[in-house]
Each structure stands twice: as C-alpha cells, then as structure tokens.
C-alpha cells in the first residue's frame, strides 16, 4: 500500500542534509482518536535532533486522515494506513517504512516529554539495549496505565519502546496474531530478551499516558489481556513467561486465595477490578486451551 500524505525532507529547509540517514524512526500507531495523535505529534515539534515521524492510521473513520494530509510538522514526516488489524500489524507497517537506525514505537495517546527522542537516541550507540519509558500520568489523571518502576522483559510496553532496527528485524517484529487487547508487547519483550538483549529504563526520558477512557470496558481490556499473556506463555513454552505474566496455574490459584473484594480498598478499586478479570480472562484461557489439547 503507498503511502498517502508523504512530506519529503527537501520540505523542511536548511534543517538537514535530505540524503542523510535519521537516528531515529518514531513510529505511531493510531485509530479514531485524533486528537490525541495532534497533542503527540505536536509535542515532538521541539525535539533538536534530526528523526523521522511515521504514522499508521489504522483504520480511521474520524478526520485523522484529513488531518494528517494537512500536518507539515519541522521533522521528517510521512503516514499511511493500515487494515485495522490491532497494533502489532500497524507498528510492523510503520517499521517496514522506516529509515532510521533506531525505532522507536509509542502509541497515539503518548505524549513524551521534552528530550526524550534524544534520549533514546543516546542509548543505542551501544547495540544490544532496548529503551523503556517511565510511564506518569497528567496532573488531572487519577487512574491510567504506569510505570514507575522497572521490572525486566515483561514491562515491554507500546508507550515508548526503543530498539535497533536491525535488532527488531532480526527477532521478527511483532507478531500479527496477537489481534486483540495485550500480548504483543511482551512476545516481542521475550523474544529480545532471548536474542541477547537489556533493557533499560529511561529515567530521564518520560512519557505521559493521556488514555482518558482508560475506565471504558476495564474488565474487558482486563480479561482480554489476561487470555492474550497465557497465549503468550503457550507460543514459547517457558514456566518463567507464565511466572512473569501472571498466567502459571500455580500464580492464579494463590490470586483466587488472594483477590477478593476486600482487597479493593488497599489497592483501590480500579486496580482490583483490572486483577480480577485479568485472572478470569487467564482462567478462561487456560481451560480452552486444555479442551482444545483433549
């Protein structure tokens, strides 16, 4: 598919030599929600250091890709679209475009701070690092998806995840079959790990999460994530990606003891209905997959 609404580097006069390679390569993916994707791009605009912006309008029915076609941004800017098919196959469309030696993934409603494409940048002078993210939320979020402290493989997460191309291409990218809510991001984290990779956390680099429904259908996003992570642990077969995901049988048989009402008022109770049905949707999960071997 060609790409649609392409601004060439001549557009942007003086601030590089076009036949010059980029550092980076952000790639967004984006569905319906413009208006986030202008507060990101637009948030990018100060970043000192010469990039390419790739967007994937995944389907779009609002005015996203009127929008785009109109958006002459100081970087390297083009955007093309996708099949609708969940974020894997739209960050891989954006990947297969990109020129630059480092890519850098980070969803919509993302909005990084100052920095922090320079930041990324820094990391991968060294080959062999994958760059995470903190993850806060605005001052006027009270809830929302974060990061405050780095944990390893399993904390890949389409916020802002930085890696060599080269490195990306040769573990596969993501993998398409992860369609729905979650799995994508901690199938690619696994397989990086397996390659040799380390991870890191960009203290100095955060990004702000502005997913203002992240309330809407929570028990959905939970339970879908939770079958989405057992499907993860089934591709590669390892006990440690069951113990690391939350999905082991053993792990979900103590969350039963564990996760009942009463919790809800020490770790709130968003939190505990997010636990709750991302245990059911692993349970479910589970028992499909047990008949499905009988």
Not at 102 to 112: I, K
Not at 163 to 179: H, I, K, M, T, W
Not at 233 to 240: E, I, L, P, V
Request: glycine share 10%.
């Amino acid at each position: 598919m060609p790409e649609r609404g392409a601004h060439p580097p001549s557009e942007r006069a003086g601030a590089f030599e076009p036949a010059l390679r980029p550092t980076v390569s952000v790639v967004v993916p984006t569905h319906d929600r413009r208006p986030l994707l202008e507060r990101k791009l637009r948030a990018l605009e100060s970043e000192p250091l010469d990039f390419e912006v790739i967007v994937v309008a995944d389907a779009c029915t609002d005015d996203t890709e009127r929008w785009l076609a109109l958006y002459q941004p100081p970087y390297r800017f083009s955007w093309t679209t996708g099949p609708g098919r969940h974020a894997a196959t739209a960050r891989n469309i954006g990947a297969s475009r990109a020129i630059g030696e480092v890519l850098l993934f980070s969803d919509d409603d993302v909005v990084p701070r100052p920095g922090w494409v320079a930041e990324n940048a820094a990391l991968h002078r060294e080959p062999g690092w994958v760059g995470l993210s903190r993850i806060v939320l605005p001052a006027h979020l009270e809830v929302g998806a974060t990061m405050g402290r780095f944990v390893g493989w399993h904390s890949t997460n389409g916020c802002s995840l930085s890696v060599r191309a080269e490195l990306f291409r040769e573990v596969g990218g993501y993998d398409p079959a992860f369609s729905s809510y979650g799995g994508e991001d901690p199938d690619l984290g696994w397989r990086l790990k397996r390659a040799g990779a380390r991870f890191k956390a960009l203290e100095r680099a955060p990004v702000e999460h502005w997913d203002v429904n992240y309330l809407d259908d929570l028990e959905a996003k939970g339970r879908s994530a939770g079958a989405a992570h057992v499907r993860v642990w089934r591709k590669h077969g390892a006990a440690a990606v069951a113990w690391a995901l939350g999905v082991h049988p053993a792990s979900l048989a103590l969350k039963r003891l564990l996760v009942g009402p009463w919790l809800a008022p020490l770790i709130g109770a968003d939190r505990y209905r997010w636990e709750a049905a991302y245990a059911a949707g692993a349970r479910a999960e589970l028992r499909r997959s047990e008949e499905g071997h009988g």
